[in-house]
């Protein structure tokens, strides 16, 4: 008999609801995004995300029970993102979970935000023939507010091997696009531009931090400004050069530290997870590096790369299986930590 979890994420501006089977067969995955109301503020504003969280929640709920074709009484439990996140966006979700499984009787799960990413890895999609990731996992999680290097030697375990020490690649790709005038959400725009220009037009900088597995790119958003400014009188490169040479000193980074600690550590398995694993540039850096280095990659299908319910209901599987259940005072934590 399949075990079925129902996931609910609502940490940032996406409220979104699945049902997995067993910890890998998405029966439905429903998210409604808030989007298009933080473009004209060039970045999320937490205020108008917790509304529309509140607003759009029960639909979605219903949504995802009706897409499965399940009722509540299939279901075995409920896992819901407490951290880490926006404060208000978390209690959203959370008091939905809540309600949802004490209304039905259903246990109650919290499942780490980071970890839901890490998960989507694990899930299988109709006629997805690929295995699922080997262990010891070396992971890079990448997203708008994350960047973490993830030694995982069993499942449910993970050590920090080194986090950004101040943007995250999705922070400074939206930044970027502020300056460039694209608009919000700055990760797909600049993608797709890139994609037109030349990534050699401009030798931005690359934060590559010798000897140590963390992360920086507030020097590579400095390095932007200082450019724009330079160039204000003319000379400036085409904006699909700017965003082709910019998102090329985040991914060249990301690749070259992920898999300089793969050659130290030696992983079964070598596995990308987060929203900006969704980047076009970014998954053809770490494929060719991957095949070149002779290690197995892993990369979620991008409908799973960017925040859903699917991930935080594979998460709450592997929780579910060890008797991991939550009270009713489960709380959220806007900066929840992995460990």
Request: charged share 20%; proline share 6%.
């Amino acid at each position: 008999m399949r075990t079925l979890i129902l996931g609910i994420e609502s940490s940032c501006d996406e409220t979104a609801a699945s049902v997995v089977a067993d910890g890998r067969e998405m029966l439905s995955n429903v998210v409604s995004s808030s989007e298009t109301f933080h473009h004209e503020f060039g970045g999320i504003v937490p205020e108008i995300a917790s509304r529309k969280q509140l607003e759009f929640l029960p639909a979605v709920l219903a949504a995802a029970l009706t897409q499965a074709g399940v009722t509540p009484a299939d279901l075995a439990a409920v896992a819901v993102t407490n951290g880490p996140g926006l404060i208000g966006s978390l209690v959203v979700g959370l008091v939905g979970a809540k309600s949802f499984a004490y209304v039905h009787g259903l246990p109650l799960i919290g499942v780490n935000h980071l970890e839901g990413h890490l998960y989507a890895n694990w899930i299988r999609l109709p006629d997805d023939t690929r295995p699922e990731p080997a262990l010891p996992a070396l992971v890079l999680v990448v997203s708008g507010g994350h960047a973490h290097l993830v030694w995982m030697p069993a499942v449910g375990e993970y050590h920090i091997l080194g986090r950004t020490r101040d943007d995250a690649p999705g922070e400074a790709l939206d930044k970027a696009a502020r300056l460039l005038g694209l608009g919000y959400p700055g990760g797909p725009v600049i993608d797709a531009l890139a994609k037109q220009g030349n990534a050699k037009a401009i030798d931005f900088p690359r934060a590559l931090l010798p000897g140590s597995d963390d992360f920086s790119f507030s020097g590579l958003k400095t390095s932007l400004g200082h450019y724009m400014r330079k160039t204000e009188a003319g000379g400036r490169a085409t904006v699909p050069d700017i965003a082709a040479s910019y998102q090329e000193a985040i991914a060249t980074v990301l690749v070259e530290k992920l898999f300089r600690a793969a050659a130290r550590l030696e992983p079964a398995q070598v596995v990308l997870a987060g929203g900006v694993a969704a980047n076009s540039r970014l998954r053809a850096l770490a494929e060719a590096r991957a095949k070149k280095d002779g290690l197995p990659l892993s990369l979620p299908p991008r409908l799973l790369c960017t925040d859903n319910g699917a991930m935080i209901a594979a998460a709450g599987y592997l929780h579910y299986g060890r008797n991991d259940f939550a009270t009713l005072a489960l709380d959220a934590n806007a900066s929840l930590p992995l460990v």
